[in-house]
């Protein structure tokens, strides 16, 4: 979902915005190396935009075994263990990458004005930011326990989330953060972004 709404927007965006090759893209919590071989998949499919150019790709994440089953893969050029968010505020990186990646890393973290401040610190001009959130909206149900939790019925105008008040997110029963869309762009505009493009699709299915 990620690479294919990064397309579509430089595509859209025409020749005059084009990225200067080569381009650097930063994958943020890269896992087993997911965004990795999306990358890899648009290029053998020939739908790699032209606007990309040569990329030089780096993967960011905290578990060691995560990087080493990236690494295995081959997947990216260059391979950090740490915390996203202590590597991205460093001086050494400031406005020097051109598309930063976020995939299903929001939904381990509350507030996201760290990441976000982070992620601005490091662009270029004209860099581009995407990220998945889990959703979190303010007309839909609360899960069973969060509704129990809040002494609010299942269902009904009575369980539509607003205990949360103004976080913009909530802790929920699998242990995974969701966000509000509004109040995380919100925040995005707040701190100089611009969106682009923003979209609904499942992030993951979980058999129970």
Not at 10 to 23: C, D, H, I, K
Not at 145 to 164: C, F, P, S, V
Request: proline content about 5%; some cysteine; overall charge negative.
């Amino acid at each position: 979902m990620l690479l294919s709404a990064l397309s579509a927007v430089l595509e859209s965006a025409g020749t005059t915005n084009s990225l200067q090759s080569p381009v650097v893209l930063w994958d943020l919590g890269c896992g087993t190396g997911l965004v990795g071989g999306g990358l890899q998949a648009m290029q053998e499919r020939g739908t790699w935009p032209s606007q990309w150019g040569d990329l030089r790709s780096c993967c960011f994440d905290l578990s060691s075994l995560m990087l080493t089953e990236a690494r295995r893969k081959g997947l990216y050029d260059t391979y950090v263990q740490g915390n996203v968010l202590d590597i991205l505020p460093s001086s050494l990186h400031a406005h020097s990458v051109d598309l930063v990646v976020a995939a299903d890393v929001a939904p381990y973290m509350g507030s996201l004005e760290r990441l976000l401040r982070g992620v601005a610190a490091v662009l270029k001009e004209g860099g581009r930011f995407a990220l998945t959130i889990e959703a979190l909206e303010p007309h839909l149900p609360l899960p069973p326990l969060l509704a129990r939790q809040h002494g609010r019925k299942e269902g009904g105008d009575n369980a539509t989330r607003d205990a949360h008040g103004s976080r913009g997110w909530e802790l929920m029963p699998t242990g995974r953060i969701a966000h509000e869309r509004q109040h995380v762009e919100a925040l995005a505009l707040e701190l100089g972004f611009e969106i682009e493009a923003a979209g609904d699709g499942p992030l993951r299915w979980q058999v129970l």
